[in-house]
């Protein structure tokens, strides 16, 4: 998993709760990378979840809540930090499909080495979409708070409805996903 994802989290953390608490839960999570990213960097992506367990432990927030408030985040980093991906896109829907064709292609360029999930889309309607998220890692969490701070983005409201399924070592996740008026 790319550092820019550790540095971010980091930066969340710190900002939501406090840098001590940030230095906390590096210093309980007994890192290999001793949780020193750069944002180029390629890290295990297990030691997220340990971060995540930590801080769950220190707030007695739920760890998948913490993921998802986590997704939002990264998605409102996003559009700061690569406004060029939103341009010219009309509303949530219409970025998500976007991702495997536009923006996980940049991306890869950026970074060669990244893995990265996989988005195949389906419109089901004018304000309707099945998306399904595919991954070696288990961030569906992480998929539908970016979904969700992609919509806040838009300005948008957006229903998501969730099925969870892994097999071996592949998460998948279906997202049905419906515009409110």
């Avoid at 297990?46 to 739920?62: Q, Y």
């Avoid at 991906?85 to 009309?90: L, T, V």
């Avoid at 890869?108 to 979409?129: C, I, N, W």
């Amino acid at each position: 998993m790319k550092g820019i994802v550790f540095s971010e989290f980091n930066e969340m953390v710190e900002e939501m709760f406090s840098p001590a608490l940030a230095d906390k839960i590096i210093m309980r999570s007994d890192l290999a990378s001793g949780g020193a990213y750069t944002t180029v960097g390629t890290y295990d992506h297990r030691e997220l979840l340990t971060l995540v367990a930590c801080l769950s432990e220190e707030t007695g927030i739920a760890a998948s809540n913490l993921v998802k408030t986590f997704g939002r985040h990264l998605a409102a980093r996003f559009t700061a930090l690569y406004p060029a991906f939103f341009q010219g896109i009309g509303g949530t829907l219409d970025f998500l499909e976007t991702i495997e064709q536009h923006v996980h292609v940049e991306v890869r360029k950026l970074y060669p080495d990244a893995e990265l999930p996989t988005f195949s889309t389906e419109r089901t309607g004018a304000d309707s979409m099945t998306m399904v998220y595919r991954s070696r890692r288990p961030f569906a969490d992480l998929a539908e708070g970016l979904i969700e701070g992609c919509a806040s983005h838009f300005a948008e409201r957006i229903a998501i409805e969730r099925s969870d399924s892994a097999a071996g070592e592949l998460h998948s996740t279906r997202f049905t996903l419906s515009r409110i008026d």
